[in-house]
């Protein structure tokens, strides 16, 4: 079953609890797919009253701050140790290549490498842990995760609630536009066959001429 489809059976407070708890597992270190729950989400939220998209976006942008948080208390006491274990539990995510790309996105970025790595997948699983393994002062990291976790949580909840709303709204205008067009299409194919059938008629109605004579 789709995500979506799947979510379309969830209660309202059901969804924003789950948006909230999968995004902050994954802001926590644990690879999960919280962008594509909260992209489903929005998308439902637009053609379903029912789903307000701002609390939506408050429990995405709340999931997003708090597992971030967690994270870095968790890297902060577990260090070094805490990514070994992670790599051998995750080796796709947490593998050498992976985490030597990421700590050299922190040594160059600092600040920026927590706040744009809200949107980019592997860096928002290691933003959290990672800052704090790397010592990173815990008022820059709050400052980069709340702007960050707003941003891309609030930013992402907007773009796909208005794009969906537009989208359904086109669809709508192009059924009826579907409809026309079929109706013309019928009209005009009735048209075209009966013409046909009338000259048809008048040519099997005409006298048939008479053979020229053979010659002598």
């Not at 059901?14 to 999960?32: A, D, H, M």
């Not at 706040?115 to 842990?129: D, E, Q």
């Not at 990173?136 to 941003?151: C, E, Q, S, T």
Request: charged fraction near 15%.
């Amino acid at each position: 079953m789709h995500v979506q489809e799947w979510l379309e059976t969830v209660p309202a407070v059901s969804i924003y609890l789950l948006v909230g708890v999968v995004i902050g597992l994954e802001s926590l270190g644990i690879p999960l797919p919280g962008e594509i729950i909260l992209v489903s989400s929005a998308l439902l939220a637009s053609q379903h009253g029912d789903i307000d998209p701002v609390v939506l976006g408050a429990c995405a942008t709340a999931g997003a701050i708090i597992g971030d948080s967690i994270g870095y208390a968790i890297g902060r006491r577990g260090g070094r140790p805490l990514l070994a274990w992670l790599g051998g539990r995750f080796p796709k995510h947490f593998g050498a290549p992976q985490i030597a790309l990421a700590e050299r996105s922190f040594e160059k970025w600092g600040m920026w490498a927590v706040f744009f790595g809200r949107f980019v997948a592997l860096l928002r699983i290691f933003a959290g842990p990672l800052a704090g393994v790397l010592r990173m002062p815990y008022w820059k990291f709050l400052i980069a995760n709340v702007l960050g976790g707003i941003v891309w949580a609030g930013g992402t909840t907007a773009v796909i609630y208005s794009v969906g709303v537009v989208a359904e709204a086109w669809l709508k205008r192009f059924s009826w536009l579907g409809l026309v067009a079929a109706v013309l299409i019928g009209v005009i194919s009735m048209l075209v066959l009966k013409n046909r059938a009338k000259k048809a008629a008048e040519q099997a109605d005409s006298p048939v001429p008479d053979a020229v004579p053979a010659a002598d």
